[in-house]
Nanobody, 122 residues
Framework: QVQLVESGGGLVQAGGSLRLSCAASGRTFSRSAMGWFRQAPGKEREFVAVISWSGGRIYYADSVKGRFTVSRDNAKNTVYLQMNSLKPEDTAVYYC???????????????WGQGTQVTVSS
C-alpha cells in the first residue's frame, strides 16, 4: 500500500510559478509510474503529466507542455511538478497518483493523494 501526500499549492498571480510536491510512503513507490492530474470546479479530472519509475519517460498534456516540468527523486520518495507561466485556466485541485503503467488514463492509477488547491488570479 502506498500513501501519497501533496503539498505546495496556493494562490499565485498569472505568470507566476509554483512547485507541487507529492511525498509517498510505501515500498512500491520507486517502481511506480507517477502521474499528476487536476480537476477544476464543474469539470472532469484531467491528465497533466506522467513520469516513469526511472524518470526516463515523461509525457505532458498539450495544455501544460513547455510550462510544467515533472520530476522525481526516488531516494526521497517524492515526485514534483514545477509549474511556470501559470494561467487562470490552470486553477484546479491537483492530484498525484501512482500506477504500474505509464498512462494518461486516470482509471489505470491505483492510489491517489488527497489533492492540493492551485488558484491562479488574473
Amino acid at each position: 500500500q502506498v500513501q501519497l501526500v501533496e503539498s505546495g499549492g496556493g494562490l499565485v498571480q498569472a505568470g507566476g510559478s509554483l512547485r507541487l510536491s507529492c511525498a509517498a510512503s510505501g515500498r512500491t513507490f520507486s517502481r511506480s509510474a507517477m502521474g499528476w492530474f487536476r480537476q477544476a470546479p464543474g469539470k472532469e479530472r484531467e491528465f497533466v503529466a506522467v513520469i516513469s519509475w526511472s524518470g526516463g519517460r515523461i509525457y505532458y498534456a498539450d495544455s501544460v507542455k513547455g510550462r510544467f516540468t515533472v520530476s522525481r527523486d526516488n531516494a526521497k520518495n517524492t515526485v514534483y511538478l514545477q509549474m511556470n507561466s501559470l494561467k487562470p485556466e490552470d486553477t484546479a485541485v491537483y492530484y498525484c497518483a501512482g500506477s504500474d503503467y505509464f498512462s494518461t488514463a486516470s482509471d489505470e492509477y491505483d492510489y491517489w493523494g488527497q489533492g492540493t488547491q492551485v488558484t491562479v488570479s488574473s
